[in-house]
C-alpha cells in the first residue's frame, strides 16, 4: 500500500519562503509522476505542482508560476515544494498526491494516493 506522509508547513509572513516535504512508500517511487495540492477551507482542491517520474518535466498552477519550485530524491523516496515569497491567498492544506500507473504524462495524470497534508498559514 502506498503511503505519502508530508511535512514542512507553518505558519509564516507574507513573502516568506517554505519546504514542504512528502515522503513515499510502499513501492518503488521512482517511475512515478508526483503531484501538490492545496485546499482552503470553504473551497474546491486545486492543483498545484507536478513533476515526471525522472524530475526532467514539471508544471505548475499559474498562481504558483515563478514563486514555487517542485522537485524529488528518487534516492530518499522524497518529494518537495520549495515555496518563496508566500502571499495570504497560498494560505492552504497541501496534499501530495501520487498516481497508480507508472510513468504518465502531467496533463494526463490521475491521481490516486493521498497524503494526510500539511497545513501553511501565511499571515499579511
Known amino acids: 500500500q502506498v503511503q505519502l506522509v508530508e511535512s514542512g508547513g507553518g505558519l509564516v509572513q507574507a513573502g516568506d519562503s517554505l519546504r514542504l516535504s512528502c515522503a513515499a512508500s510502499?513501492?518503488?517511487?521512482?517511475?512515478?509522476?508526483m503531484g501538490w495540492f492545496r485546499q482552503a477551507p470553504g473551497k474546491e482542491r486545486e492543483f498545484v505542482a507536478s513533476?515526471?517520474?525522472?524530475?526532467?518535466?514539471?508544471r505548475y498552477a499559474d498562481s504558483v508560476k515563478g514563486r514555487f519550485t517542485i522537485s524529488r530524491n528518487n534516492a530518499k523516496n522524497t518529494l518537495y515544494l520549495q515555496m518563496n515569497s508566500l502571499k495570504p491567498e497560498d494560505t492552504a492544506g497541501y496534499y501530495c498526491?501520487?498516481?497508480?500507473?507508472?510513468?504518465?504524462?502531467?496533463?494526463?495524470?490521475?491521481?490516486?494516493?493521498w497524503g494526510q497534508g500539511t497545513q501553511v498559514t501565511v499571515s499579511s
Open positions: 513533476i515526471n517520474w525522472n524530475g526532467g518535466t514539471t
Open positions: 498526491a501520487a498516481p497508480q500507473a507508472p510513468r504518465t504524462l502531467l496533463h494526463l495524470t490521475t491521481y490516486h494516493y
Open positions: 510502499g513501492r518503488t517511487f521512482s517511475g512515478y509522476t
